[in-house]
């Protein structure tokens, strides 16, 4: 290896987490609008909401990229290459965080939302200032998965010919032939970049745990296995990853 | 500008089904692979030996970690340098059944602690031997309540599949490129493809809403 190819493998990790910082902000965006769309008094607007979070799950993230970059050029939209891929990775993981923040919502004790009505809290208000503090906490370990979920995702896009990780990879490849070592190297890039997500997003849970007045987990050490695994292991029916 | 042809739809569906039928084939293989492997994974985390549970972990954690693309690049261009001469198909397949039975695992693990710790102390009391303790009575229980989980991660790795045009399989997607390459209009074949996993995958996912509620009390 090379000082060139790292400098090609740096370069691909920065336009990675360019990606997953982009698509990560359209999808809470997502998230949090169609989750607390959900919610609302008005059938029509849960019945939009439900029928949008079924079809960007229903399908494939890869295939919604190829439908934004090959098909939609032809409706008169052309979209440069990282721009399909954080739509594509952004709507589609939104549609999953939806349905974790309409869990947490409906996850808060009942009686918070009666003694906003009882304060005559507008909808709103009640959302802002009594729902929405309570259930962010409760969000945050299944948000560590999904952004997992979405950093591997971002690996998609190389095949839209973004210069992203999996991209270089393959032009590394392609000029030295040493596929193993390449093809491991970035597997551990990719790993170290995960790790320090959760990390990350560990410190994010304990705060606002903090923030709510709750204890945080215990912590295990930089190394523990994360107690936002134990989010993986049995989704909510819905025919998703976590 | 185009327009939608119902047509072209006509023309380019049976090769588009040529595909769903190679998609679903690698579901089911890659499924197979995965409950079995993360059975493997799941119960070898449970091994009260640290030099078993340390390497397994770190293994599923490094693959549950990492792009699945990636990983089937890995396979594709990797194991034929070690003697090792798949089909793409059959390459596609370890892949996907490698990355899901990282998850499976946790699914196997959250089923077998939700078994009562009174069934592990009747099977003390009765004496049976390790082997029949786990085969007839602890796996029965946990597996009857992984069913709706599994059943997700199912599909899941369906709408993963595409991935595998990647690796040349003759997957849904690639018929859809291929199409699109030779006639250069990728709307219809790419929205019918993206219209197919839909219509899949939803009902399919209310069929496991309705066996949760039936498997899982």
Redesign the interface.
Known sequence: MTGALWELFFKGVWITVQLMVYSAALAAAVAFGVGMARTSRLRVVRFLSGAYVEIFRGTSALVLMFWLFFALPLLGWQLAGLWAGTLALGLSYGAYGSEVVRGALAAVAPAQREAAVALSFTPWQRMRKVLLPQAFPEMMPPFTNLLVELLKGTALASLLSIGELTFEAKLARLSTGESAQVYGIILVLYFVIAFVVTRIMRLVERRAKASVGKAPEPSGGLFSRTPAAAGTAAPAAGGGKP | ??TWSWGYVGDILPDLLKGLGVTVEATVLGSLVSFALGLVWALALRSPSRWVTWPV?AVV??VR???????L??LF??LP?WGLTFSPLVTGVIGLGLHYST?TA??Y??GIDGVPAGQWEAAVALNLPRRRTWTAVILPQALRR?V??L???V??MF?????LA?ITVGDM?FQ??TI?ATTF???EP??V???L??VI??P??LL??AL?RRLVR
């Open positions: 500008m185009n972990g954690e490094f970690n990492t792009p699945l693309l990636v990983q690049f890995f261009f990797v340098s998850y946790e699914v693990r959250a992984v709706p989980a059943g997700n991660y599909i899941a709408k993963d599949t595409p991935m990647a997607l859809a490129n699109g209009d990728y709307m790419i929205t493809v993206g219209a996993f839909i995958s939803y399919t996912s496991l809403r949760e």
